[in-house]
C-alpha cells in the first residue's frame, strides 16, 4: 500500500496595505515584515539619557542603540479601532517607510501602539501586543527627499471627547529614512512589503497618554499636505476563567 506524501500546510496570507499617492494612484502592497525601530533619536547623547530614565522605570535596556524590532506581518493595519487588554496602552507618533511592490519607497504617518505593562518585560513583546496603525495616504520618498527634515510629526489623545496634543517635533529629530534604508539593504531586507517604522519624538510632560483615542499627521509646511491616521482604543472584554 503507498501512501501519498503529506502536503505543505497552507501558508497565512499575508496582511495587505493599499496606499493613494498625491496624484490619485493606488499602491497596494502585501506586507512581508515590520520592523519596529526603538531609541532612533538623532542625538545619540539624548537615546542615551532616555535608557537611563527608562530603566528607573523598570524598562530593560537595549544591548545597542538604535535597536530594531521585528514584529508579525499582520500587526501593521488600516483600521480605526485598537482592541486591547487593559488601560495601559498607547501610542506613539511615528512615521513609516513601506517598500512598494516596484520596489517605490513611500512615507506614511504611523502610530506604534505599545503593552506599556509589558513593556518592562521586554520591549520587543510589547511592540508584538499591538498593531502599528498606518494611514491610508502617502508620499513618495524621492518627492519629500529635500525637505525631510522639515516634516512635522504630531499626535492628539482623546480623554472624555476632550483632544489634547502629546507630541510635536519634526523628523530633524529622529533618524532619516536614508539611514534605515542603508541598514535594510545591508541586512538584504529592502525588499517589497518591507515596512518599517521610526520610533517617535519625546512625549510632552504630564500628559495622560492611556487614552481613549489616538490621533497622528505627518505635515508638509512646503506644499500644506498632511497624512493622518486616528483610531480608537476599545477594552477587551473581561477574561471567563
Not at 24 to 53: C, K, P
Not at 157 to 162: E, F, K, L, Q, S
Request: hydrophobic content about 40%; some cysteine.
Amino acid at each position: 500500500m503507498t501512501t501519498k506524501p503529506s502536503q505543505p500546510a497552507a501558508q497565512p496570507a499575508p496582511s495587505s496595505l493599499t496606499f493613494e499617492l498625491p496624484d490619485g494612484s493606488l499602491h497596494q502592497v502585501e506586507v512581508v515584515q515590520v520592523l519596529n525601530a526603538g531609541y532612533a533619536g538623532r542625538s545619540q547623547e539624548d537615546v542615551a539619557a532616555h535608557v537611563a530614565e527608562l530603566a528607573e522605570l523598570g524598562v530593560p535596556a537595549p544591548s545597542v542603540t538604535p535597536a530594531l524590532y521585528p514584529v508579525a506581518p499582520y500587526l501593521a493595519q488600516q483600521t480605526g479601532r485598537v482592541r486591547v487588554q487593559h488601560a495601559r496602552t498607547s501610542g506613539e507618533a511615528e512615521w513609516a517607510l513601506v517598500v512598494a511592490a516596484d520596489g517605490e519607497l513611500l512615507l506614511t504617518a504611523a502610530c506604534d501602539h505599545t503593552d506599556r505593562e509589558l513593556e518592562v518585560h521586554g520591549v520587543a513583546w510589547s511592540k508584538n501586543a499591538a498593531p502599528d496603525v498606518l494611514a491610508t495616504r502617502a508620499w513618495r520618498l524621492s518627492d519629500v527627499a529635500s525637505r525631510l527634515d522639515d516634516l512635522t510629526l504630531r499626535a492628539w489623545v482623546t480623554h472624555d471627547g476632550a483632544e489634547t496634543e502629546v507630541q510635536s517635533g519634526s523628523l530633524a529629530e529622529l533618524l532619516p529614512p536614508a539611514y534605515w534604508v542603508e541598514v535594510l539593504r545591508e541586512r538584504g531586507a529592502l525588499v517589497p512589503g518591507t515596512v518599517l517604522i521610526s520610533g517617535t519624538i519625546p512625549m510632552a510632560e504630564g500628559v495622560d497618554q492611556f487614552a481613549e483615542r489616538w490621533r497622528v499627521e505627518l505635515g508638509d509646511p512646503a506644499t500644506g499636505r498632511t497624512i493622518e491616521c486616528s483610531y480608537d482604543v476599545v477594552p477587551l472584554p473581561e477574561p471567563i476563567g
